[in-house]
Protein backbone atom coordinates (compact mmCIF):
# COMPACT_ATOMS: atom_id res chain seq x y z
CA UNK A 1 0.00 0.00 0.00
CA UNK A 2 1.51 3.34 -1.59
CA UNK A 3 1.55 5.90 1.18
CA UNK A 4 0.25 8.35 -2.35
CA UNK A 5 -2.85 6.39 -1.32
CA UNK A 6 -3.14 6.80 2.21
CA UNK A 7 -5.28 9.11 4.16
CA UNK A 8 -4.98 8.63 7.57
CA UNK A 9 -1.60 6.93 9.36
CA UNK A 10 -0.70 6.60 12.96
CA UNK A 11 2.76 5.81 13.93
CA UNK A 12 3.47 3.72 17.12
CA UNK A 13 0.47 5.50 19.09
CA UNK A 14 0.46 4.73 22.39
CA UNK A 15 -1.82 6.33 25.50
CA UNK A 16 -1.60 5.27 28.80
CA UNK A 17 -3.72 6.55 31.77
CA UNK A 18 -1.94 5.99 35.52
CA UNK A 19 0.28 3.07 34.34
CA UNK A 20 -2.32 1.32 32.54
CA UNK A 21 -1.53 1.48 28.52
CA UNK A 22 -5.30 1.30 26.75
CA UNK A 23 -3.70 1.68 23.35
CA UNK A 24 0.02 0.20 22.56
CA UNK A 25 2.24 0.88 19.67
CA UNK A 26 -0.82 1.28 17.51
CA UNK A 27 0.73 1.51 13.68
CA UNK A 28 -2.55 2.11 11.48
CA UNK A 29 -2.62 2.98 7.66
CA UNK A 30 -6.63 3.98 5.96
CA UNK A 31 -6.36 4.27 2.23
CA UNK A 32 -8.43 6.74 0.76
CA UNK A 33 -11.79 5.84 -0.18
CA UNK A 34 -12.34 2.84 1.75
CA UNK A 35 -14.18 1.48 4.47
CA UNK A 36 -12.10 0.27 7.30
CA UNK A 37 -13.18 -1.40 10.74
CA UNK A 38 -11.46 -1.35 13.98
CA UNK A 39 -12.49 -4.32 15.64
CA UNK A 40 -11.98 -6.26 18.72
CA UNK A 41 -13.20 -7.49 22.24
CA UNK A 42 -14.33 -5.48 25.10
CA UNK A 43 -11.87 -2.90 26.34
CA UNK A 44 -9.80 -3.56 23.14
CA UNK A 45 -8.77 0.08 23.10
CA UNK A 46 -11.00 1.17 19.84
CA UNK A 47 -12.75 3.98 21.41
CA UNK A 48 -9.79 5.15 22.60
CA UNK A 49 -8.02 5.13 19.67
CA UNK A 50 -10.64 6.95 18.22
CA UNK A 51 -10.13 9.57 20.77
CA UNK A 52 -7.08 9.86 19.88
CA UNK A 53 -7.13 10.18 16.21
CA UNK A 54 -9.75 13.08 17.15
CA UNK A 55 -7.91 14.59 19.64
CA UNK A 56 -10.22 14.16 22.58
CA UNK A 57 -6.99 12.55 24.00
CA UNK A 58 -3.66 13.49 23.60
CA UNK A 59 -1.19 10.38 23.05
CA UNK A 60 1.60 9.75 25.14
CA UNK A 61 3.97 8.83 22.58
CA UNK A 62 3.48 8.35 18.55
CA UNK A 63 2.42 10.33 15.78
CA UNK A 64 -1.03 10.90 13.99
CA UNK A 65 -0.94 12.17 9.86
CA UNK A 66 -3.82 13.12 8.43
CA UNK A 67 -2.95 13.77 4.66
CA UNK A 68 0.37 13.47 5.16
CA UNK A 69 0.12 16.83 7.53
CA UNK A 70 1.07 15.82 11.11
CA UNK A 71 -1.78 16.90 13.61
CA UNK A 72 -0.80 15.41 16.47
CA UNK A 73 -0.54 18.09 18.47
CA UNK A 74 -3.57 19.77 16.82
CA UNK A 75 -6.49 20.93 18.96
CA UNK A 76 -10.27 18.77 18.42
CA UNK A 77 -11.86 21.97 16.58
CA UNK A 78 -9.22 22.09 14.10
CA UNK A 79 -8.85 18.61 13.24
CA UNK A 80 -13.00 18.69 12.55
CA UNK A 81 -11.79 21.51 10.15
CA UNK A 82 -9.86 19.82 8.48
CA UNK A 83 -12.25 17.41 7.58
CA UNK A 84 -11.91 14.65 9.71
CA UNK A 85 -15.48 14.20 11.41
CA UNK A 86 -16.43 11.82 14.62
CA UNK A 87 -19.98 10.54 15.28
CA UNK A 88 -20.46 8.81 18.77
CA UNK A 89 -21.66 5.71 20.34
CA UNK A 90 -24.75 6.98 22.00
CA UNK A 91 -26.63 9.37 19.58
CA UNK A 92 -25.79 13.01 19.46
CA UNK A 93 -28.36 14.93 17.91
CA UNK A 94 -30.79 17.48 19.71
CA UNK A 95 -34.07 15.99 20.59
CA UNK A 96 -35.84 19.28 21.27
CA UNK A 97 -35.36 20.44 17.47
CA UNK A 98 -36.53 19.39 14.61
CA UNK A 99 -34.92 16.91 12.48
CA UNK A 100 -34.33 20.07 9.58
CA UNK A 101 -32.82 22.39 12.88
CA UNK A 102 -30.84 19.46 13.34
CA UNK A 103 -28.92 19.38 10.13
CA UNK A 104 -29.17 23.29 9.97
CA UNK A 105 -27.44 23.47 13.39
CA UNK A 106 -24.26 21.52 11.59
CA UNK A 107 -24.58 23.48 9.13
CA UNK A 108 -23.86 26.35 10.68
CA UNK A 109 -21.05 24.89 11.98
CA UNK A 110 -19.60 24.37 9.14
CA UNK A 111 -19.97 27.97 7.98
CA UNK A 112 -18.80 29.32 11.37
CA UNK A 113 -22.26 30.87 11.99
CA UNK A 114 -23.36 28.34 14.96
CA UNK A 115 -23.15 30.66 17.49
CA UNK A 116 -24.64 34.19 15.74
CA UNK A 117 -27.54 33.76 17.82
CA UNK A 118 -28.92 37.48 16.97
CA UNK A 119 -29.54 36.37 13.66
CA UNK A 120 -33.17 35.97 12.78
CA UNK A 121 -34.39 32.48 11.31
CA UNK A 122 -35.39 33.81 7.68
CA UNK A 123 -31.68 34.42 7.39
CA UNK A 124 -31.00 30.83 8.30
CA UNK A 125 -33.35 29.78 5.45
CA UNK A 126 -31.07 29.60 2.79
CA UNK A 127 -29.13 26.70 4.47
CA UNK A 128 -32.59 24.56 4.12
CA UNK A 129 -32.23 23.52 0.75
CA UNK A 130 -28.63 21.98 1.73
CA UNK A 131 -30.28 20.03 4.94
CA UNK A 132 -33.05 18.72 2.82
CA UNK A 133 -30.76 17.15 0.58
CA UNK A 134 -28.89 15.55 3.67
CA UNK A 135 -31.79 14.43 4.52
CA UNK A 136 -33.62 12.92 1.42
CA UNK A 137 -29.45 11.33 1.32
CA UNK A 138 -30.41 9.30 4.37
CA UNK A 139 -34.08 8.53 3.55
CA UNK A 140 -35.37 11.22 6.41
CA UNK A 141 -36.50 14.02 3.97
CA UNK A 142 -40.04 13.07 5.05
CA UNK A 143 -39.46 13.64 8.96
CA UNK A 144 -37.96 17.19 8.73
CA UNK A 145 -39.96 18.62 11.06
CA UNK A 146 -41.12 16.47 13.58
CA UNK A 147 -39.54 16.59 16.55
CA UNK A 148 -36.44 14.46 16.83
CA UNK A 149 -37.22 13.32 20.26
CA UNK A 150 -40.28 11.36 18.20
CA UNK A 151 -37.38 9.71 15.70
CA UNK A 152 -37.47 5.91 16.45
CA UNK A 153 -33.67 5.13 17.27
CA UNK A 154 -32.56 3.81 14.03
CA UNK A 155 -33.75 7.14 12.31
CA UNK A 156 -31.78 9.11 15.08
CA UNK A 157 -28.64 7.27 14.21
CA UNK A 158 -29.30 8.15 10.26
CA UNK A 159 -30.30 11.62 11.39
CA UNK A 160 -26.71 11.85 13.11
CA UNK A 161 -25.03 10.50 9.76
CA UNK A 162 -26.82 13.31 7.90
CA UNK A 163 -25.36 15.37 10.34
CA UNK A 164 -21.85 14.70 9.85
CA UNK A 165 -21.96 14.87 6.42
CA UNK A 166 -23.56 18.45 6.59
CA UNK A 167 -19.78 18.87 7.99
CA UNK A 168 -18.77 17.83 4.63
CA UNK A 169 -16.32 15.23 5.74
CA UNK A 170 -13.10 14.04 4.05
CA UNK A 171 -12.88 11.25 7.04
CA UNK A 172 -15.62 9.69 8.70
CA UNK A 173 -15.56 8.00 12.04
CA UNK A 174 -18.41 6.21 12.94
CA UNK A 175 -18.36 4.51 16.42
CA UNK A 176 -20.66 1.76 16.47
CA UNK A 177 -23.33 3.47 14.15
CA UNK A 178 -25.22 -0.02 14.73
CA UNK A 179 -25.15 -0.22 18.47
CA UNK A 180 -28.67 -0.83 19.94
CA UNK A 181 -30.64 -1.64 16.84
CA UNK A 182 -32.95 -4.82 15.66
CA UNK A 183 -32.34 -6.55 12.55
CA UNK A 184 -34.15 -4.22 10.28
CA UNK A 185 -32.49 -1.01 11.26
CA UNK A 186 -29.27 -2.51 11.59
CA UNK A 187 -30.09 -3.18 7.66
CA UNK A 188 -31.14 0.37 7.03
CA UNK A 189 -28.20 2.18 8.50
CA UNK A 190 -25.31 -0.10 6.62
CA UNK A 191 -26.77 0.53 3.41
CA UNK A 192 -26.40 4.34 4.41
CA UNK A 193 -22.94 3.84 5.02
CA UNK A 194 -22.20 2.17 2.08
CA UNK A 195 -24.18 4.47 0.25
CA UNK A 196 -22.84 8.05 1.94
CA UNK A 197 -18.89 6.33 1.44
CA UNK A 198 -19.17 7.32 -1.90
CA UNK A 199 -15.83 9.79 -2.37
CA UNK A 200 -15.31 9.43 1.34
CA UNK A 201 -13.28 7.74 4.00
CA UNK A 202 -14.92 6.01 6.67
CA UNK A 203 -13.21 4.39 9.87
CA UNK A 204 -15.70 2.79 11.76
CA UNK A 205 -16.14 0.62 15.08
CA UNK A 206 -18.47 -2.13 15.01
CA UNK A 207 -19.11 -5.44 16.91
CA UNK A 208 -21.72 -6.49 14.43
CA UNK A 209 -19.76 -8.89 12.17
CA UNK A 210 -22.45 -8.85 9.67
CA UNK A 211 -22.34 -5.01 8.94
CA UNK A 212 -18.29 -5.64 8.96
CA UNK A 213 -18.33 -8.82 6.66
CA UNK A 214 -21.18 -6.86 3.94
CA UNK A 215 -19.28 -3.11 3.65
CA UNK A 216 -16.11 -3.17 5.14
CA UNK A 217 -12.86 -3.22 2.87
CA UNK A 218 -10.20 -3.83 5.22
CA UNK A 219 -10.24 -4.62 9.14
CA UNK A 220 -7.92 -3.88 11.98
CA UNK A 221 -7.77 -6.46 14.79
CA UNK A 222 -7.09 -4.80 18.42
CA UNK A 223 -6.27 -6.87 21.60
CA UNK A 224 -5.18 -5.19 24.81
CA UNK A 225 -4.76 -1.68 23.02
CA UNK A 226 -2.44 -3.27 20.53
CA UNK A 227 -2.66 -4.89 16.49
CA UNK A 228 -3.40 -8.18 16.56
CA UNK A 229 -4.22 -8.87 12.96
CA UNK A 230 -5.12 -6.77 9.31
CA UNK A 231 -6.77 -7.49 6.70
CA UNK A 232 -10.01 -8.84 4.66
CA UNK A 233 -12.81 -10.10 6.34
CA UNK A 234 -11.90 -13.12 4.78
CA UNK A 235 -8.18 -12.96 5.91
CA UNK A 236 -8.95 -11.94 9.85
CA UNK A 237 -12.20 -14.03 10.45
CA UNK A 238 -9.99 -17.04 9.79
CA UNK A 239 -6.85 -16.16 11.59
CA UNK A 240 -6.78 -18.61 14.54
CA UNK A 241 -5.50 -15.91 17.04
CA UNK A 242 -8.80 -13.63 15.95
CA UNK A 243 -11.32 -16.44 16.26
CA UNK A 244 -9.54 -16.95 20.19
CA UNK A 245 -8.91 -13.91 20.87
CA UNK A 246 -12.24 -11.99 19.54
CA UNK A 247 -14.23 -14.62 18.99
CA UNK A 248 -13.76 -16.43 21.59
CA UNK A 249 -14.17 -20.43 21.23
CA UNK A 250 -13.48 -22.11 18.20
CA UNK A 251 -17.60 -23.36 17.86
CA UNK A 252 -18.08 -19.97 18.71
CA UNK A 253 -16.03 -18.26 16.26
CA UNK A 254 -17.26 -21.04 13.32
CA UNK A 255 -21.19 -20.00 14.35
CA UNK A 256 -20.23 -16.41 13.96
CA UNK A 257 -18.53 -16.28 10.76
CA UNK A 258 -21.24 -18.59 9.24
CA UNK A 259 -24.22 -16.32 10.62
CA UNK A 260 -21.71 -12.96 9.00
CA UNK A 261 -21.86 -15.33 5.50
CA UNK A 262 -25.12 -15.75 5.87
CA UNK A 263 -25.73 -12.16 6.25
Not at 193 to 219: F, P, Q, W, Y
Request: glycine share 8%; net charge neutral; charged share 20%.
Amino acid sequence: MSDAGIILQTHGLTKSFKGFTAVNDVSLRVRRGSIHALIGPNGAGKTTCFNLLTKFHAPSSGSIHFNGADITALRPAHIARMGVIRSFQISAVFPQLSVLENVRVALQRKLGTAYHFWRGRQSLSKLDGRAMELLDAVGLAGFSHLPTAELAYGRKRALEIATTLAMDPELMLLDEPTQGMGHEDVETVTALIKRVSAGRTVLMVEHNMSVVSSIVDRITVLQRGAILAEGSYDEVSNDPQVKEAYMGTTDEAADLHARAEAA
